[in-house]
């Protein structure tokens, strides 16, 4: 019988017996664009799995649903100023007049058929988006994913963070509805506070006397161009520096600095990433659907001589607005012009400086340690206290401001009086934050000493022990190697010793008032780090280990009853010898 031999190394590759269109067109396609070549590397890219990665997820999925909902709303909104008489759905306001831009607020809500939903939708997942990237920023700094050489990617989410919050602004201010309105006012009130240009510049912006005819037309097209468009552009650079610069994982066995242990992109990490898009849609369709916000059917349209009782801004814009109303109020008169540093001051300065801070703390961070090497592993918070305390003073600070910005409603919800409440907001913001500082520095240090003994003496089994004196003791049990490594994967703290400030001549050395600055910055930073354990103490601590063994030998077999459910073992078919 005549077979066949079969060709194991021909110069022609193997084809399927019948064509495959899609891949058909596929084939046409990279012979005249080379897309496979390109992009085979890096859909084969690793990405190493841990939940918190997902939070940068979160913020990305939810600014593709503003885009989505954003798109559906911009086909009925007019964003006009000019003066109608509301004829729609709403009974409240019917004969009422009103801008364009409002009734097409209340067309959509009403009137549209989902309308109601995409608005709810878009708001919700604005402030997700906002709350997702300070919480990715958050992460980012706990764990110093920020370090070379990712400094850049810092400043980029930074940027990315004041884009989102001018952005959330300009969107929350289109209705013209009158708490949006009260928003307007302020900004108003804020831009005027600058010395001498103010006045100009508001009249620029607002085309005329407040509000003029020209605001609303012109937060549109920031609002679905110009910031989009800058958001997009500052996203797409940060997923190119990610992809550049390979992502940062946990320590653990076989992570190093020079390698990423994880999933590829293709097929696995977009198969997850595209579950966790519909995830956040779901929950964002939920919220929409559920939770009423920014009801502008109740404010009514703005009106520049009325306010809303109980006004609160959105929560991102909330050290804004507190700041405002705890600041006293300063004014200096000086040839006829009038300088509002109660405006001034907490509206403008205070909000660049913050942002100038955070912008540039890689950087300061690496001059007072002097590590300048890149790190692709991360840090556990608890191993560089004075950063993770550092945050915890500004997450405090924060709140202090949020709830400083609401001291009406807490005057009235709880018939507080509403001085007291802003005197005790101002010394608050100075008091607090640097005793939530000594107590997370010195939490964080007591969680380094509690690693310390796991590492030197094992874990509590819960086994308490009775030696031949009729003594008690617990029983430690060694950690598994991988916990252990995790323990004692971080580098010990150097302390920046500084230069000796005149050589054997008795010059001066250059700057040395500046490293005199930086050696004590650099004490106030690592010299009350407890560091891990040494060799030495390992070594010892592993021969104690081996005398309590020894010790204990003669009862291993005699265990009391119950000391099979240690919460350490498996204990599938075990059960007590004495049942009652």
């Not at 405090?396 to 709880?414: E, H, K, R």
Request: a negative charge; one cysteine or more; charged letters at 15%.
């Amino acid at each position: 019988m005549a077979t066949t031999a079969a060709t194991t190394n021909g110069t022609e590759p193997a084809k399927t017996p019948k064509a495959n269109p899609a891949g058909a067109v596929a084939n046409w396609a990279d012979e005249r664009l080379g897309i496979a070549t390109a992009t085979k590397k890096q859909i084969r890219k690793v990405f190493p799995d841990h939940w918190s990665f997902m939070l940068g997820e979160i913020a990305l999925w939810s600014f593709v649903i503003l885009l989505l909902t954003g798109v559906f709303l911009t086909l009925w909104f007019n964003p006009s100023m000019g003066e109608v008489t509301y004829n729609g759905s709403y009974d409240q306001l019917r004969g009422i007049h009103m801008s364009e831009a409002y009734a097409s607020t209340l067309h959509i809500s009403f009137d549209v058929r989902a309308g109601l939903l995409m608005r709810q939708m878009h708001h919700w997942a604005a402030m997700l988006f906002i709350a997702a990237m300070l919480v990715h920023m958050m992460r980012v700094f706990l764990t110093g994913a920020f370090r070379k050489p990712r400094e850049l990617n810092w400043i980029i989410g930074g940027v990315l963070l004041l884009l989102g919050i001018l952005e959330g602004f300009a969107g929350y201010s289109l209705p013209d509805d009158l708490l949006s309105g009260t928003g307007l006012r302020i900004a108003d009130g804020l831009v005027k506070a600058t010395p001498v240009l103010g006045s100009y510049m508001s009249f620029f912006m607002f085309g005329g006397e407040f509000p003029g005819d020209q605001i609303i037309p012109r937060l549109y097209t920031a609002h679905i161009l110009l910031i989009p468009g800058l958001l997009l552009a500052m996203i797409a650079a940060h997923m190119l520096l990610l992809v550049y610069h390979k992502h940062t994982q946990w320590p653990g066995p076989g992570k190093t600095e020079d390698n990423v242990v994880g999933y590829p992109m293709m097929p696995v990490y977009a198969a997850k990433a595209g579950g966790f898009f519909f995830i956040v849609f779901g929950v964002v369709a939920l919220m929409g659907g559920l939770m009423t916000i920014n009801p502008v059917w109740r404010f009514g349209p703005y009106n520049p001589a009325e306010v809303t009782a109980g006004s609160q801004p959105d929560w991102y814009m909330g050290i804004a607005e507190g700041l405002l109303r705890i600041m006293p109020g300063w004014e200096t008169h000086i040839f006829g012009v009038t300088l509002s540093w109660n405006i001034f001051l907490p509206g403008q300065i205070a909000p660049i400086a913050l942002l100038a801070i955070v912008l540039a703390y890689p950087f300061i961070e690496q001059w007072i340690t002097g590590d300048k090497r890149e790190h692709h592993l991360l840090q556990r918070p608890r191993n560089v206290p004075t950063r993770t305390a550092f945050l915890a003073a500004m997450i405090t600070l924060y709140g202090l401001l949020w709830a400083a910005g609401g001291n009406d409603i807490l005057a009235t919800t709880f018939h507080l009086d509403l001085n007291t409440i802003t005197y005790f907001m101002r010394g608050a913001i100075f008091v607090i934050p640097p005793l939530v500082f000594i107590l997370a520095k010195r939490w964080c240090i007591s969680l380094q000493r509690h690693d310390a003994e796991m590492v030197l003496h094992g874990y509590e089994s819960g086994i308490i022990m009775r030696d031949a004196e009729g003594g008690y003791t617990e029983k430690h049990l060694p950690l598994s190697e991988e916990r252990a490594y995790m323990l004692t994967s971080h580098e010990r703290p150097q302390v920046y010793a500084g230069l000796s400030g005149a050589d054997a001549n008795g010059v001066s050395a250059p700057k040395a008032r500046l490293d005199q600055l930086r050696a004590k910055l650099s004490k106030a930073w690592y010299a009350t780090d407890l560091q891990k354990p040494t060799a030495a103490e390992l070594e010892a601590a592993h021969h104690h280990a081996e005398l309590e063994h020894a010790h204990d030998a003669p009862l291993e077999g005699h265990a009391a009853d119950g000391h099979q459910f240690d919460g350490r073992h498996d204990v599938d078919g075990e059960e007590l010898t004495h049942k009652h």
